[in-house]
């Protein structure tokens, strides 16, 4: 059985301003779902794409004086208001692609009709970083932690209660767009953004992802985040095969501490692309460094490897 | 002398299963009923769990018992023991029938903030011989207050009816402790007949429970069915001579 986990980075200038994006789809797995590890592909691939719409589009012009200031007004309250609906359209669109070239004798699904779509069924965790901001989505299982400059961690959409044993929502579900939760949070000069599909959390005694998110931190501010780094494919190996027996991809982005080196990093583990020298992303699971915008992968085992990019910027959409 | 690599700290930990045994002792399982059982068990937990799990590297079954006759009671609990170090100590049998209360105690167990989230679903297996003596309506109730935890919903709940013939016990009862998407899917109380039908179900409940529960994948809320892919029971063992039967 394939790897059902999927991991997307891309970063991109928009007037002047950068911005960081990183996506984590854990496909459900099982005999119903059994292109879900195409869907969680086809989940970070639209997440990306509806994020890099949403920068194009919903910045607004700024003066030259003002290049430096943020706004994400704009930004943040089409995030809030549309992006679920809009992520939940762009994936289906894309099911439908992959499934007519799967199956062209298959009937065309309709938004309602959710039998294909399940075959495809995928949690999502998306974030984008901004030089004052940091807006999150996510529709199922999955964490989300953001480690600020003080020591403290905030959940900025802390787990429901009610979701136990497996059960989870999905980007196959009817009521998608509704149940696809947002935050919007401001960040300081320091701090540490993580995403980790369930595998990982559910492989960690309590407080587990906040002592790895810690440690992270401390070797990034120490100058050891490549070798910190180095050992993550080790660790999500243990963490699936002696604690959870689950895919297990988790993504970083540390803000204002990090000095990445470029030399070579044992296959599976990355320090991909900052946009400045202060940000950095460190993330699995495995596949080729990709000197592109924006990269995205599935996979399990293994790590790879990429030193700071010097050619991330995006002057349009792609 | 080298620096230090510095590693990604957090414990990794196995995922806990949540497993329990509620067993009838009332006066009438008394004699060979309570002697199969005790024995029963202590195979299941010794030998055929740990053999099903030793795979399973990321399992870590933890057991407990819950024991119901006048009242119900903890027999090993509330502190749940790892299956390595589970003895399962002599049940003897004598008074009433108390199911309802047994599923109360069974119910406060798998309030969420008690579970650990992290966990795969509970398996919880119930053994009667009987009916239950506490009034209808608490058994009800206390059937609908597992039915709404979200762990009482997602858990692996299985019943053996243990009686010559289904007369013996409230097969009707019994049957809705049986996991609702279970039920859906065919799987209704178990009988056993005799001593060997006894041990037989024992053992392939706790262990098709078990392991099907820790091959639990992700299931969107919209899914239908059993959150749990439980294979229907194998025949038992044939009824070979009239003195075999309970």
Known sequence: ?318 | MPAETPLPEGEIAKRPLQFFWVVDSSGSMDGAKIATVNHAIREATQRDLPGAVENHPEVQIMMRGIKFSDSASWHVGPDAVPLDKFLWPELTAGGSTATAQAIRLLTTELNTEKMPRRGFPPVCILLSDGYCTDPESDYQSAIEALDRLPWGAKAVRLAIGIGGDKSQYDEESLGKFISPGLRKEGIGVLQASNAEQLVHYIKWASVSASVASSMTKSKSGQADGANVLLDPPPPAPQVTGETDVF
Request: some cysteine.
């Open chain 1, 1 to 318: 059985m394939p790897c059902q986990d999927a991991l997307a980075v891309c970063s991109w200038s928009v007037a002047g301003t950068d911005y960081l994006v990183t996506a984590v789809a854990d496909g459900h797995g099982g005999a119903a779902y059994d292109r879900s590890h195409i869907g969680a592909a086809l989940a970070v691939r639209a997440a990306s794409e509806e994020f890099q719409a949403l920068l194009f589009f919903g910045a607004a012009p700024r003066a030259p004086e003002d290049a430096d200031a943020e706004d994400l007004a704009g930004v943040t309250r089409a995030f809030k208001a549309d992006f679920g609906r809009l992520l939940v359209r762009r994936w289906r669109r894309y099911v439908q692609e992959d499934a007519g070239a799967w199956n062209e004798s298959a009937p065309p699904a309709q938004d309602a009709d959710t039998s294909l779509f399940r075959h495809y069924g995928t949690t999502l965790l998306v974030a984008c970083v901004g030089p004052q901001s940091v807006l999150v989505g996510q529709i199922g299982d999955g964490d989300v932690l953001f480690l600020r400059a003080d020591d403290s961690v905030a959940q900025p959409l802390p787990a429901d209660d009610q979701k136990v044993g497996g059960e989870t929502d999905s980007l196959s579900m009817p009521d998608a767009p509704r149940l696809f939760r947002t935050a919007v949070f401001d960040h300081e000069e320091r701090g540490l953004l993580l995403l980790a599909s369930d595998g990982v959390g559910n492989a960690m005694r309590e407080g587990g992802l906040e002592k790895l998110a810690r440690s992270v931190s401390a070797s990034a501010l120490s100058g050891a985040l490549v070798q910190v780094v180095a050992s993550l494919p080790g660790f999500l190996e243990r963490c699936s095969s002696q604690g959870s027996g689950d895919d297990v991809t988790i993504s970083m982005v540390i803000l204002g501490q990090a000095k990445p080196a470029t030399e070579s990093l044992p296959a599976g583990a990355e320090v991909v692309a900052p946009l400045a020298e202060d940000r950095v992303v460190a993330a699995g699971p495995p596949a080729p460094a990709s000197p592109e915008a924006c990269s995205d992968n599935q996979g399990g085992g293994g790590s790879r490897a990429a030193g700071p990019a010097d050619g991330n910027q995006v002057d349009g959409l792609a």
